[in-house]
Nanobody, 127 residues
Framework: QVQLVESGGGLVQAGGSLRLSCAAS????????MGWFRQAPGKEREFVVA????????SYANSVKGRFTISRDNAKSTVFLQMNSLKPDDTAVYYC????????????????????WGQGTQVTVSS
């Protein structure tokens, strides 16, 4: 069982930045592709970004390309999400997710393919 704990959410003005972290309990952290998803009130949980087990490949939703950056530190079993130029539409609960390495090598995975989830952290962007 992998436990994921997110941190770093909060309230920020439009145009500002936040950095989310997700710490994993699993010593074999590098056996997992990692992703961030978000869910706004009344909406489905949606894919934001994912990173391969090695950090060498990433996949971004079009809505965040050029503004968000995912990275990971396998030695610390932690994945990060740097969010810049935030917009009110980015307001949501952000969830960290882990998926066992796929044979395809593509880091993207849907919410239904995630093996583990964190509890979520609230990000609120005011206009």
């Amino acid at each position: 069982q992998v436990q994921l704990v997110e941190s770093g959410g909060g309230l920020v003005q439009a145009g500002g930045s936040l950095r989310l972290s997700c710490a994993a309990s699993e010593r074999t952290f590098s056996s997992y592709d990692m992703g961030w998803f978000r869910q706004a009130p009344g909406k489905e949980r949606e894919f934001v970004v994912a990173i391969s087990w090695s950090g060498g490949r990433t996949s971004y939703a079009n809505s965040v390309k050029g503004r968000f950056t995912i990275s990971r530190d396998n030695a610390k079993s932690t994945v990060f999400l740097q969010m810049n130029s935030l917009k009110p539409d980015d307001t949501a609960v952000y969830y960290c997710a882990a998926r066992r390495i796929s044979s395809s090598g593509n880091p993207y995975f849907s919410k239904d393919e995630a093996d583990y989830w964190g509890q979520g952290t609230q990000v609120t962007v005011s206009s």
